[in-house]
């Protein structure tokens, strides 16, 4: 069974020094010295092989960014199949859809890192091979049960996916093993099967490939969301140039709300699987690939160049019907629900109407035929349902482009008649912007309220279909913030005085009245100036990652349940309150923190009011302290704070600034804030997600999202006080 050990105080920046210092001789070596290939068995084609096959290879073995090395593994048989194991978790994510727009959404994702995921909607493009013995793990970490049902694929029942029927829903904090033989080579589709109504809604779906075997056909098994396949593989390659997966959602937003406005489950539970009532469901978002227009059009532009035949697989996951329409072009219908139409059935549309679950294979054809292809350009692509070319009511939807060799631009947009820039302003989807320049009707912005009639109107009052507005102050919840994360103490410097060691307990069985996932004991006394060893338990059969974010450098420890796992630092020499949680923000939202109480204790307040609250009822017992060894025998992890990088002060000080780099997720001025991809800045935080608050709105002028950014940040409080757009941004 697979029960990895993952442990390690985690320096944020992940520092090699670090690793090299504090993890044990067993320890894994740093993530960014793991050679991959071990992954994979590399075939001789590879060993001597041609460019293709080398490229081919690269990319198949490319690491899953963010994902733990376990969350895919390809193995060769004698017999020339391969065992093909991939896991999943299930991650409560919040998209921002169209710019303004943030969405929660339950998505299947690789398996996470320490401290990271790679999870996002639509839930990750799975591929394999006609042949493979195909193994997916799902482990639940979600609070809900789920099962994973492989719509259309032929397997054996007991692998059907159908709670109830065929198994038993996998409950929270439990895993199952999905394994059967991939046939019948097609587009497929995988969800989940526990309440489908609200579960696929609610973004538990992907597509699901199985390519046609041939020899040495090397491809990425798991693509992370959708859009560009790349590389092929090799049946597709034989007779297309380019391969898209085209994933089309409708998302009735007032459901996803609730599973991020309510923190009981039992709550959330009533809410969603009672209360509301799916047949009066009233989408208001459409998704192609997880985002609506203009993201959709950044994320996903169907790149092509004249001459060529493009591979559309496209899969409706929504409730009602999607109309694909791709503006002056007729592509060909060559496969309806993962079969192959004979040559005298496939015919060509310019409007294909996929059902809910429903896939179709088109055969795009390129450039200037006179029949199938008009010629070069930007040309829109979308669901041609009236409400679906909308946001919320306001022109976008579910659009994308073909768009032809030469018309892409450097930023990341096709070149078109005029500039889209103005559909990234996050106004024109609440309602507050005027549809069209308001000097056409003899006025300004400024004054384009003002002076109108407001009479009654002709013919009597009447009414209409309004959009509700009610989309404002989400809180946001599932990203790191910057903040909340700060370091609000620092290990003792000098030499420890003592030797403690606590044992927290993780996992479902510790939940109280509306928690699915806890720590026992929730409150632990430490004393001050202590050589402090962390074990932690976790009796789930999921990875909980544990975490004290206050403490510079953090502590975290990444455990694959069920197992024990441990870390090893200095408390302060300070009393100070430490809050300690689970990294995987679901199981913190709901109830899987506590308190590490240095010495004395201070105030938590501050914490507290960045949304965290802390659970209430009887706390549990102190920790249990263990006898420890001397003090002598225990310094190691001493003495390895001690040759840590400088950090940012705890408090007082001046500013401590650090520079790093990112890529802009959102730009919030409003609020003062950022939400970048932040890269690994040594010495200061890892690789993530990140909220940063700026020091004025003007830092963020001019920044949009994908840009490529340096940033300039005070350690001190973390925030962002200067950032730079980097040149050759996409
Ligand atoms: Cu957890």
């Known amino acids: 069974m697979f029960a990895r050990l993952f442990a390690a105080a985690v320096l944020a920046g992940l520092s090699s020094a670090f690793w090299a210092a504090t993890t044990r001789a067993d320890d894994p070596p740093p993530p960014d010295q793991v050679p991959l290939y071990d992954r994979y068995q590399a075939t001789q084609r590879y060993r001597h092989g041609g460019q293709s096959a080398l490229d081919a290879f690269d990319a198949e073995r490319n690491r899953i960014p963010g994902a733990d090395d376990a969350a895919l593994s390809v193995e060769d048989r004698p017999d020339g199949t391969r065992n093909v194991t991939i896991r999943l978790e299930i991650i409560e994510v919040q998209q921002e859809v169209y710019p303004g727009k943030r969405v929660l959404f339950w998505v299947y994702a690789p398996l996470g890192g320490a401290m990271t995921s790679p999870a996002r909607m639509p839930s990750p493009t799975i591929r394999v091979e006609e042949g493979d013995h195909v193994k997916i793990v799902l482990y639940n970490t979600h609070y809900f049960p789920h099962t994973i049902h492989f719509h259309g694929a032929t397997l054996p029942f007991p692998m059907d996916g159908a709670p109830d029927f065929s198994q038993v829903a996998v409950a929270p904090g439990h895993q199952f093993s999905?394994?059967?033989?991939?046939?019948?080579?097609?587009?497929?589709?995988?969800?989940?099967?526990?309440?489908?109504?609200?579960h696929v809604q609610m973004g538990l779906a992907g597509m699901f490939i199985i390519e046609p075997k041939r020899p040495d056909n090397q491809f990425a098994r798991v693509v992370v969301g959708a859009g560009r396949i790349n590389p092929m593989a090799k049946a597709t390659a034989e007779s297309y140039q380019g391969e898209y997966s085209l994933v089309y959602q409708d998302v009735d937003e007032r459901l996803n709300r609730i599973a991020l406005a309510y923190t009981d489950t039992r709550e959330i539970e009533m809410r969603m699987h009672r209360d509301y009532d799916s047949t009066q469901r009233?989408?208001?978002i459409f998704l192609l690939n997880g985002y609506s227009s203009p993201y959709s059009l950044l994320d996903t532009p169907i790149l092509v160049k004249s001459g060529q035949v493009t591979k559309l697989r496209i899969l409706n996951v929504g409730g009602n019907p999607i109309y694909f329409h791709p503006h002056g072009h007729h592509p060909i219908l060559t496969d309806v629900d993962g079969d192959p139409l004979p040559e005298g059935q496939q015919y060509s549309r310019d409007t294909f109407e996929v059902g809910p679950a429903q896939r179709i294979d088109l055969a795009l054809h390129t450039g200037e035929d006179g029949r199938y292809a008009s010629g070069p350009g930007v040309w829109m692509v979308h669901d041609h349902a009236a409400s679906a070319e909308t946001n919320s009511g306001i022109d976008g939807g579910a659009m994308t482009a073909i768009v032809y060799d030469g018309f892409m631009g450097a930023d990341g947009l096709p070149k078109t008649a005029a500039s889209l820039e103005p559909m990234f302003d996050p106004h024109m989807y609440d309602g507050s912007m005027p549809t069209f320049d308001p000097g056409m009707f003899g006025t300004d912005a400024a004054h384009y309220d003002a002076g109108w009639p407001r009479g009654a109107p002709l013919g009597g009052s009447f009414d209409y279909p309004r959009r509700d507005g009610s989309d404002?102050?989400?809180?946001?919840l599932d990203l790191i913030d910057a903040h909340r994360h700060r370091p609000v103490a620092r290990p003792c410097a000098e030499r420890p005085r003592g030797v403690q060691v606590v044992h927290i307990k993780a996992g479902t069985r510790y939940g109280r009245a509306g928690e699915t996932y806890a720590f026992e004991p929730r409150r632990i006394h430490v004393d001050r100036c202590t050589a402090l060893t962390v074990v932690v338990e976790n009796t789930d059969e999921i990875r909980h990652d544990f975490m004290i974010p206050g403490l510079n450098p953090m502590v975290a420890i990444n455990v694959m349940g069920p197992g024990t796992a441990e870390a090893s630092f200095v408390t302060p020499d300070q009393d100070v309150t430490l809050l300690f949680h689970c990294h995987v923000s679901t199981h913190e939202r709901h109830g899987m923190l506590g308190t590490l109480i240095v010495g004395r204790g201070g105030r938590l307040d501050k914490l507290e009011s960045d949304?965290?609250?802390?659970?209430?009822?009887?706390?549990?017992?102190?920790?249990?302290?263990?006898?420890?060894?001397s003090a002598g025998a225990a310094l190691k992890p001493a003495a390895s704070m001690a040759g840590m990088p400088e950090m940012a002060p705890t408090t007082g000080a001046g500013p401590n600034l650090v520079h790093g780099t990112a890529a802009v997720v959102s730009v919030l001025p409003g609020k003062r804030q950022i939400v970048v991809d932040g890269d690994a800045i040594p010495g200061y935080m890892a690789a993530m997600t990140m909220i940063y608050r700026v020091v004025s709105p003007e830092v963020l002028n001019g920044l949009k999202p994908r840009d490529r950014i340096s940033l300039t940040v005070d350690a001190s409080n973390n925030t962002v006080v200067a950032i730079k757009l980097l040149r050759g941004s996409p």
Request: glycine share 12%; aromatic share 10%.
């Open 178 to 198: 999905y394994e059967f033989t991939a046939k019948n080579p097609g587009t497929y589709w995988y969800h989940c099967h526990v309440n489908p109504s609200v």
């Open 282 to 284: 009233r989408p208001n």
């Open 472 to 476: 404002t102050g989400l809180p946001q």
């Open 611 to 629: 949304g965290i609250v802390l659970t209430s009822g009887p706390d549990g017992p102190t920790a249990r302290m263990a006898d420890g060894p």
